[in-house]
Structure formats: C-alpha cells, structure tokens
C-alpha cells in the first residue's frame, strides 16, 4: 500500500526537543539506517513510554501528601508515648488537628508589638499553625515540660527560643528572658489538672505582662471555662471543634481596664 492511502495515525503532540540521539538508540532490525517514518514511530514510542512513566510516578503533591501523613502518625505515637508515661502531664493523647490548631492560631493578634508565648506547645501543632499563618518563628517564645517534646520543637522551629520548663511560672521565665512585650498568649496547658488557684495565678501573671486588651487563648475540652470569669477580665468562647479528637473549643481571655468594660458571654 502506498503511503499516502494509508489511514492517518492520530497525530500526537510531540515535542521538538524530544529527538532520538542516535541510531543505536533505536530498535530497528538489519543494518540499514530507520528510514524517517520508523524514526517518526520510535520518536513517539519513546515519547509515550516517558509520559507513561511520569503519569505512574507519585506528583509532588501526592508525595508531599504522603510525608505530612507520616509525620502526623509519628507525632501521635510520639503523644502517645509521652501520655502513657505522665498522663496528667500531656493532658491529651494526641496533639491537636488542624483545625483546632488554626482556630487558635486565628486569634494570636500579631500587629501588636511584642514576642507571642506558647504555653505547652507539644509536638508544634499549634506552633505550625502560626508560622503558616505568618507569624515570624523569631517572635516565638516556646515554654514546654517535655525534654523529648523541646528537642523535637528545636528541630522544628529553630529560630523561634525554645524553653524547656514549667509554664506556670510564667512571670519568673519572662524575667530571665528581659521581659520583653508580649503580644498573646497561646496555650494549650492541661490546665484542669492542676488546682484552680495555680490557673488563675497563671492567667493573672499573664494578664499583667501583656496589658489591657490582649488575648489569652486557651483549648479545653471541658464544657466549663478553665477559670470561670472574674473581675478584671472578659471570657469568651468559639464553637465546639467537632473534629478534634477529643472535641474541643478555645476560650478567650482579656484584660480590661475598666470594670465597665462589656461583660463575658461565657
Ligand atoms: C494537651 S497537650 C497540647 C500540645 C499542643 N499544644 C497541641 O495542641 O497539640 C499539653 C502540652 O503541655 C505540656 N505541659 C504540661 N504541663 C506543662 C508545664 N507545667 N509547663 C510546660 N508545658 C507543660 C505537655 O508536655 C504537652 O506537650
């Protein structure tokens, strides 16, 4: 048959740069040169093949996918090992989900002048939320018990001031640090496994060092606010995060100047 009775093959895209280097390259039998249809045909056979290849190949996406999954099991064998061996003190035993994390992450009020402290950080969940929120690493200022959990947040946030230590004396580890402004607070403290005197004592020394206005955020998992409202402070709440394990909501607290200042919604 001649050429050009042939039917046409359906004609495929390929691309100009996409040439075959050398006769050995191609798999044509005899010793005669491929004759520029039989090199057209491998040109698109090798073109296929690649395509092939690429489209079985994770994307990046899939891949990047695939290593944020793992490192979220990592994570929560981690809690979960830290948990079994002092439950009062890791207070949950998994660290919280995205959604809880940038729900609080959200109300770190970052236009203010100062360092952001988080209290309890854990394995950075929270942490994580606030730098892809925009919050410069620098401005951190990380108060954790756990020596596993500081190592892991140094890996992690290395240029955010990792403290390892006990977040309840707030007032004494700003001290050491020059007390510098502070523009929020962020917490994700167990606090109701420690007595009602110690909470408030944190939430005033908070309170004092950051001045009127400025939030302490707080999750819990408790249908009762951590420390109920009291003078000199509002209290408010955000919905429940259903999602969470366990579910949880945030509690807002600010200081205010006045005691004509609006009431809590709590
Ligand atoms: C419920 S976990 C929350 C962890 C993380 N913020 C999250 O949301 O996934 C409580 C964290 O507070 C830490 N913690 C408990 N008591 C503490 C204390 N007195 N000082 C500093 N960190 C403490 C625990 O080690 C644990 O990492």
Known sequence: MND?????????????????????????????????????????????????????????????????????????????????????????????????????????????????????????????????????EERLVLIEYSPDFCTLLRERFPKARILCGNAYALGEVMAELGNPPIASVISGLPLFTRPLPERQALLADAMRLMGPGAPFIQFSYALVPPVKRAMGYTISRTRWVLANLPPARVWLYRAVVSETASPATA
């Open 4 to 136: 050009h009775k042939r039917p046409h093959a359906k004609a495929i895209d390929v691309p100009v740069s996409d040439t075959v280097d050398s006769h050995e390259d191609i798999l044509v039998g005899g010793d005669r040169s491929p004759n520029r249809r039989e090199l057209r045909l491998l040109k698109e056979l090798k073109f296929l093949a690649r395509r092939a290849e690429g489209e079985m190949r994770p994307s990046s996406s899939a891949r990047e996918k695939a290593k944020k999954l793992q490192l979220k099991v990592i994570d929560e064998a981690r809690f979960l090992r830290n948990w079994a061996g002092n439950p009062l003190k890791t207070g949950a035993v998994a660290p919280s989900g995205q959604e809880l994390s940038r729900l609080m992450a959200h109300f770190v009020e970052a236009d203010r002048p100062g360092v952001i402290v988080e209290l309890g950080p854990g394995t950075g969940a929270v942490t994580q939320a606030l730098v892809e929120r925009g919050v410069d």
